[in-house]
């Protein structure tokens, strides 16, 4: 005796408890237990919605699923969903719900579909599944393409930064013991978090500064500033990186402090500078100094001891979206962007941002700005 599948089975309530489907919901289809599924889905969505939704359409896409079905039970399968049901919302809903009958009935029936076939089924509904997802990398390759591109990398680039900044608020408050006694290795496991958040959060700005050109100084115009303060404010951001690795960063401000200038360039310029030292030192430390080199100028370096910048390194150094051959190569990721944002900003300030570099005495970044005294502060 042939054996009997699913379509055997009495009719019955839909899963919520709904009557059997009306007759302007039976389908046609070349699998019966497709279509008694999609009559019983169709059925429930009205009684569930009623005129919420377009009775028509969801007939429409539900006979349209219930065809690819069949067809990715056939090798090779025809071409893919319409546009109508790609990436729909109501299309994936309908499949999930109508694979979920599929199987309530396979369940309930007095003899089950061979394995198999089951199977062979279940794997046409999966391809279908596929089908309906949308291609996400190829609209957001489209939306690069388009004259809104810059405008949206600023856009993912800010909104990342924004929750990183909060990471790294957290991840320093908690590694301090501000919220409470932690131990040695959740002071350790805080650190990693710190240093990780802010080697994210420096790839973002990079890339909002790369967006505007690289060489934007947010503070147009130069103003009184501390140089102490802002070499103190690199080495507190740092410090969680520094105690990590158990290297020590040391700060060397100028006798006269108080200068005029572009803050907030400067301090960026060596808060990445610093970072960067940091990631390919692994004993020692770096210095931050900044030395007077007459009245009006200072000489801002940053010394580490490192194993140097080889060869290969220096003539790409510092371009952006260069393809690194080695994982250690010095540069502040895979981007290169951290660098080149530091050599546009240095010359923004209207210096040049020059290297030192050997194997023995590690690396040293430095410039010269103009900095005039602050008057009486």
């Known amino acids: 005796m042939t054996p009997t599948t699913s379509t055997d089975s009495p009719p019955r309530s839909t899963p919520d408890g709904t009557a059997?489907?009306?007759?302007?919901?039976?389908?046609?289809?070349?699998?019966?237990?497709?279509?008694?599924?999609?009559?019983?889905?169709?059925?429930?969505?009205?009684n569930e919605n009623g005129d919420a939704v377009d009775a028509a359409e969801v007939r429409a896409v539900l006979q349209e699923l219930a065809d690819r079905i069949v067809a990715h039970r056939r090798v090779p399968a025809p071409s893919a969903v319409t546009e109508r049901a790609a990436g729909s919302v109501?299309?994936?809903?309908?499949?999930?719900q109508?694979?979920?009958?599929?199987?309530?009935?396979w369940e309930s029936a007095r003899t089950p579909p061979p394995v198999s076939d089951a199977l062979?089924?279940?794997?046409?509904?999966?391809?279908?599944?596929?089908?309906?997802?949308?291609?996400?990398?190829?609209?957001?390759?489209?939306?690069?393409?388009?004259?809104?591109?810059?405008?949206?990398v600023v856009e993912i680039a800010h909104d990342l930064r924004s929750p990183l900044t909060s990471i790294l608020f957290l991840a320093e408050t908690l590694q301090r013991g501000q919220s409470g006694e932690v131990n040695d290795l959740q002071r350790r496991q805080l650190g990693l978090i710190y240093g990780a958040?802010?080697?994210?959060?420096?790839?973002?700005?990079?890339?909002?500064?790369?967006?505007?050109?690289?060489?934007?100084?947010?503070?147009?115009?130069?103003?009184?500033?501390?140089?102490a303060e802002i070499l103190d404010s690199v080495r507190d951001i740092v410090r969680p990186i520094a105690e990590e690795k158990g290297l020590e960063v040391t700060v060397a401000p100028p006798p006269s402090d108080h200068r005029i200038g572009h803050a907030m360039a400067l301090s960026r310029v060596l808060l990445n500078l610093?970072?960067?030292?940091?990631?390919?030192?692994?004993?020692?430390?770096?210095?931050?100094?900044?030395?007077?080199?007459?009245?009006?100028?200072?000489?801002?370096?940053?010394?580490?001891?490192?194993?140097?910048?080889?060869?290969?390194?220096?003539?790409?150094l510092y371009q952006p979206f260069r393809r690194t051959r080695a994982r250690r190569e010095y540069c502040f990721s895979g981007t290169g962007l951290g660098l080149t944002i530091c050599k546009k900003l240095v010359e923004a300030m209207g210096s040049t941002l020059m290297l030192e570099t050997s194997p023995e005495r590690g690396t040293r970044f430095y410039f010269e700005v103009e900095l005039p005294p602050a008057g009486g502060l």
């Open 98 to 105: 109508l694979r979920a009958e599929v199987i309530e009935q």
């Open 120 to 152: 062979l089924t279940l794997r046409a509904m999966e391809n279908v599944r596929s089908e309906l997802e949308p291609d996400w990398s190829e609209h957001f390759a489209s939306r690069l393409a388009g004259p809104g591109a810059l405008d949206l």
């Open 274 to 316: 610093t970072t960067n030292a940091l990631k390919f030192t692994d004993q020692g430390g770096v210095e931050v100094s900044a030395r007077p080199t007459d009245r009006r100028s200072i000489e801002f370096s940053v010394q580490d001891t490192g194993r140097g910048i080889g060869a290969g390194a220096l003539e790409s």
């Open 20 to 46: 059997a489907p009306a007759a302007e919901d039976l389908f046609v289809c070349a699998l019966p237990e497709i279509a008694n599924a999609a009559s019983r889905v169709a059925a429930a969505f009205r």
């Open 90 to 96: 109501l299309a994936r809903h309908l499949l999930e």
């Open 197 to 227: 958040a802010l080697g994210l959060s420096s790839v973002t700005s990079d890339v909002m500064e790369l967006a505007r050109g690289g060489d934007r100084l947010v503070d147009k115009e130069p103003g009184p500033f501390s140089v």
